[in-house]
Nanobody, 126 residues
């Protein structure tokens, strides 16, 4: 079983940086592809970044490419999202998610993920 807990969100100004953490449980955590999603009020949930189980493959949404970096430390059962040059449009609840099926190295659709954290709020003021 997998349990995911996000942390690191907060209120920052445009141009600032934040690092989100997703702490997972379970001895097979290292086998799961992981993703970071976000959802703003009135908006659809969107994939921000994803990383394969080994960390060798990544995906970034065009809106965050060059600003955000996803990484994982399987020895610590933790996935990170480093967010630089934050913009007001980055304001959202950020969720980490785990895909336990192993069919897709970097899953791109929410439906492909099986477990979700509770979310952490990121607010970027102008």
């Amino acid at each position: 079983q997998v349990q995911l807990v996000e942390s690191g969100g907060g209120l920052v100004q445009a141009g600032d940086s934040l690092r989100l953490s997703c702490a997972g449980s379970g001895r097979t955590f290292r086998r799961y592809a992981m993703g970071w999603f976000r959802q703003a009020p009135g908006k659809e949930r969107e994939l921000v970044a994803a990383v394969s189980w080994s960390g060798s493959s990544t995906y970034y949404a065009d809106s965050v490419k060059g600003r955000f970096t996803i990484s994982r430390d399987n020895a610590k059962n933790t996935v990170y999202l480093q967010m630089n040059s934050l913009k007001p449009e980055d304001t959202a609840v950020y969720y980490c998610a785990a895909d336990i099926n192993g069919y897709n190295p970097v899953p791109l659709e929410p439906e492909q993920y099986d477990y979700w954290g509770q979310g952490t709020q990121v607010t970027v003021s102008s």
